[in-house]
């Protein structure tokens, strides 16, 4: 568990990282894991937010966490993409034969 705000940044930018490279590897059930992780990280990070600071010298590095955290999440749907389309199609196959 992260013990101050920018720990908990850290821990985001770390769960992110380990989603990329489950969908890399098409392990869609650890992507939705870690989803679920980032996802309480955020949480928490927010009510974290209200209470604590990070220093000056810190927000540079946050600065370059959220990029990282950003490029991931990109990359991470860019992967998705084509399971999505896939799965769309076997749950609705008449709808999306109807769109082509």
Not at 32 to 43: K, N
Not at 67 to 93: F, G, K
């Amino acid at each position: 568990m992260p013990e101050t705000l920018f720990d908990y940044y850290q821990a985001i930018e770390a769960a992110s990282r380990q989603m990329l490279q489950a969908a890399q590897t098409e392990d869609w059930d650890q992507v939705v894991r870690y989803e679920g992780a980032c996802a309480v990280l955020i949480e928490q990070l927010c009510h974290r937010a209200y209470s604590e600071q990070i220093s000056p010298a810190q927000r540079k590095d946050k600065a370059r966490i959220m990029q990282s955290i950003l490029r991931n999440d990109a990359e991470v749907r860019l992967l998705a993409e084509p399971w999505l389309s896939e799965l769309d199609h076997m749950l609705c196959p008449q709808q999306t034969q109807r769109l082509h």
